[in-house]
């Protein structure tokens, strides 16, 4: 069961959705840049959705959308199953988890710049990150058993 998001990072994330609807794209592109360092991640997205900046922009309308709807997860149902479904027919695993919120944390800071993307902002949004991750690693998990061919 995923742990649920503290009250605290519930309202920081809440707070900054008006900062990531101006700014989202860029945090995403920027965060991609840091992503894709590493070629085997890199491999897993559509390069065609990049360069026409359709990926960075789906993204940050994703980052968006869980920003405004944090304290309304139910909302995101819908959302969530098509991003799961997404992330295994791309093969995405568990351990890809890390390497993006390695690129995506620094991002935010790398665009906002410290002043505003503090530590404290910093955290709640990992704590957000890691909780959202959570969750989509366990549907994904369930994905890729139901995926598997059965035995006989």
């Known amino acids: 069961m995923t742990k649920p998001l503290s009250p ?3 309202a920081i994330v809440k707070a900054t959705a008006p900062v990531l609807v101006q ?3 860029a945090i995403t592109t920027r965060m991609y840049e840091r ?3 590493d070629p085997e991640i890199k491999a897993l997205f559509d390069e065609a959705a ?3 900046g359709e990926q960075p922009r789906r993204l ?3 980052i968006v959308a869980f920003a405004q709807n944090v304290d309304n997860l139910p909302a995101l149902t819908g959302a969530i199953e098509r991003m799961a ?3 295994v027919e791309t093969k995405v695993k568990p351990e890809h988890y890390p390497k993006v919120a390695e690129a995506l944390l620094p991002a935010i800071r790398d665009v906002l710049g410290a002043e505003a993307a503090t530590d404290e902002v910093l955290a709640a949004w990992g704590e957000a990150y890691w909780f959202l991750a959570d969750v989509l690693i366990h549907r994904e998990a369930q994905l890729y058993i139901d995926a598997e061919p059965m035995a006989v």
């Open 60 to 62: 940050a309308a994703a």
């Open 8 to 10: 605290p990072s519930i």
């Open 23 to 25: 700014h989202g794209v």
């Open 50 to 52: 990049q360069a026409s």
């Open 35 to 37: 992503l894709f360092v």
């Open 85 to 87: 479904a997404r992330h």
